[in-house]
Nanobody, 115 residues
Framework: QVQLVESGGGLVQPGGSLRLSCAASGIFLSIYTMGWYRQAPGKQREWVAAITHDGTTNYADSVKGRFTISRDNAKNTVYLQMSSLKPEDTAVYYC?????????WGQGTQVTVSA
């Protein structure tokens, strides 16, 4: 079975840090462009960050300078390091894999930023 499983979400205080992980099974991530998306209650899902197979990264303006996406192909895992978290970062965060026309989504992990 092909799966992406997110972990690492939770409750953090504003200004805090959190690292999300996305572990893949059934595929090897080395050939995929990987991304993180998020969806807050009542809002559309938005793109957050992406990393290509060769390590090129891109970020949404809202998280640039605060979030870092990385990948470890040996562990078949993608990470999202989040720092200087704000209440508006509260959302369900989803892992995404893309290669040609193939797309795979994880089920999401909740991140709540609150005092």
């Amino acid at each position: 079975q092909v799966q992406l499983v997110e972990s690492g979400g939770g409750l953090v205080q504003p200004g805090g840090s959190l690292r999300l992980s996305c572990a893949a099974s059934g595929i090897f991530l080395s050939i995929y462009t990987m991304g993180w998306y998020r969806q807050a209650p009542g809002k559309q899902r938005e793109w957050v960050a992406a990393i290509t197979h060769d390590g090129t990264t891109n970020y949404a303006d809202s998280v640039k300078g605060r979030f870092t996406i990385s990948r470890d192909n040996a562990k078949n895992t993608v990470y999202l390091q989040m720092s200087s978290l704000k209440p508006e970062d509260t959302a369900v965060y989803y892992c995404h894999a893309q290669f040609l026309s193939a797309e795979i989504w994880g089920q999401g992990t909740q991140v709540t930023v609150s005092a």
